[in-house]
């Protein structure tokens, strides 16, 4: 079944949206009716509850002015006596229009029959005292024997209790009605985010996860066959074409720019050994001039000599490094780690390196302490990393400045080999990226070069399990160390 893509799950999104919408309306639109009801039945039970104090005053009143009626005989009493029970029946009318609990309208109805007995049982004595038939004796007697009042206050006060349950009632009803709203917004709410969250991960976050991964496990230089993400839309699908598209686009340009490394590296080896074979003949050459002198050359023709050696050193050391180098990237440089006597190493690094700085006229010194245990390394290849580091503090350091070099034992017994020089110094920010083949601008300005020097030493040291550790400052010189194991076992000692 083919996924809808992301716009029509955004319609469906939105459609879920507008439907918790509306259920949240709804939740609302109960609970605003269940506090309309509370609050109608509160403006209810209000009226009713205001108006008993006042009603049952007038009873009072009318029971009172009667008694003094019957006492007096004063019509002045009997007329207050009618104006009060007029608001009381008054009183009682509106509370029943008010009423629309049948329970409410039962109790009014109850508290008028015992009005209209209570009224019933006092006419007779009233009528007597009118006709002035009734003596004092009988007037006092009349009041003592007539129906109390609380008879007919009675259901008042039934009606008070069942109002104030009746508030109650409906605050809890309400307050469960608030609840049941919550529970509905915020079960509405849950299911939109779990449907939405369902919708985004089998749609989008899934494929899209799918894809990085796929992205982590492709290589340069292989195809792109992962297969399309399960339960992608059509974007996410177009995505990993165009992902397929980019990956056959890079191993395009991958596969020509091997081609061209692979002939730029022939070109700079065939010219590099063709270099290295004139700067042999021309090492010789210098050579057999110089046997063939009657006597030990002296003044400006020393000079001479020392100048065209120099450069040939230079030179051949730059050719070598080419060299080099071209054979590692290669594959064709295999490092052979067996027993190497670092104090010979260096030696032979600096005796190489002897005519340029002898014409910098720099103080060199050798620190090997005796007894210092042999490396397990490669002698060969240690030889071009002490070359290249003795030659570049050569470079770098001023005239009559000093290089150290030397070997020190670490206290977990491996050996650490250093080249240090007070020249131009490295920044730390310029430290990595030295190592691929980025010259400073203070660098290209000291010396000339092409960087090359120290990315040999790196991959050589690469390959035994060695760090390059650099240490100094700009203007306060420079240190390059690294440590290597101590041999334990015996094995062809080729360098020594």
């Known amino acids: 079944m083919k996924s809808p893509n992301l716009r029509t799950q955004l319609v469906l999104a939105s459609g879920l949206v507008w439907l918790y919408s509306l259920g949240v309306g709804a939740s609302y639109w109960r609970q605003s009716r269940a506090h309309g009801r509370l609050e109608a039945a509160f403006h209810q039970g209000l009226a009713v509850l205001s108006s008993l104090p006042r009603l ?41 229009e008010s009423s629309t609990d049948p329970r409410d309208r039962a109790t009014i109805a109850e508290a008028d029959r015992r009005l209209t007995a209570y009224l019933a049982e006092r006419s007779p004595w009233i009528s007597r005292r009118r006709a002035g038939r009734l003596s004092p004796a009988d007037a006092s007697r009349a009041t003592r024997r007539a129906r109390e009042l609380d008879a007919v206050a009675e259901p008042l006060n039934e009606l008070k209790n069942v109002n104030v349950a009746d508030l109650r009632a409906r605050r809890l009803e309400t307050e469960e009605a608030s609840r049941s709203a919550l529970r509905l917004i915020l079960l509405a709410g849950a299911a939109a985010a779990a449907f939405v969250a369902i919708m985004l991960s089998r749609a989008l976050i899934g494929p899209v996860a799918t894809l990085r991964e796929n992205a982590r496990k492709w290589t340069l230089g292989k195809p792109w066959d992962f297969p399309p993400p399960r339960g992608a839309g059509p974007e996410v699908s177009d995505l990993h074409e165009t992902m397929g598209e980019m990956a056959k686009r890079l191993n395009a340009q991958f596969e020509r720019e091997a081609e061209l490394g692979k002939l730029k590296g022939s070109l700079v080896s065939m010219a590099s050994h063709e270099f290295n074979n004139a700067l042999s003949v021309l090492g010789t050459t210098v050579n057999l001039l110089k046997q063939t002198e009657s006597a030990k050359p002296e003044g400006r023709r020393a000079d001479y000599y020392l100048i065209v050696e120099t450069n040939l050193r230079s030179l051949s050391l730059a050719t070598r490094n080419l060299l080099d180098l071209g054979l590692l990237e290669s594959g064709r440089f295999a490092v052979r780690p067996h027993r190497a006597d670092l104090g010979l190493v260096l030696s032979a690094a600096a005796k190489a390196l002897q005519p340029l700085h002898e014409r910098k006229g720099l103080r060199f010194t050798l620190a090997v302490p005796e007894g210092t ?50 020249g131009i110094g490295i920044a730390p920010e310029d430290r990595e990226a030295i190592l691929t083949g980025h010259r400073t601008e203070q660098g290209r300005q000291t010396a000339p070069g092409f960087g090359v020097g120290l990315v040999l030493v790196k991959k050589i040291l690469d390959a035994h399990g060695a760090r390059l550790e650099i240490e100094g400052a700009p203007g306060k010189g420079s240190r390059f160390s690294f440590t290597l194991p101590p041999w334990t076992g015996a094995g062809d000692d080729l360098f020594t």
């Open 373 to 422: 245990p042999p490396a397990k390394a490669d002698p060969e290849a240690l030889v071009m990393v002490a070359t290249n580091l003795v030659g570049n503090a050569v470079k770098y350091a001023p005239e009559g400045g000093r290089v150290d070099a030397g070997v020190s034992v670490e206290a977990d017994g491996r050996l650490r080999v250093y080249v240090a020089d007070d």
């Open 56 to 96: 049952r005053d007038e009873l009072r009143r009318v029971d009172q002015s009667g008694d003094q009626y019957l006492l007096s005989g004063q019509p002045a009493w009997l007329e207050r006596r009618e104006e009060s029970l007029d608001r009381v029946r008054e009183a009682l009318r509106e509370l029943e």
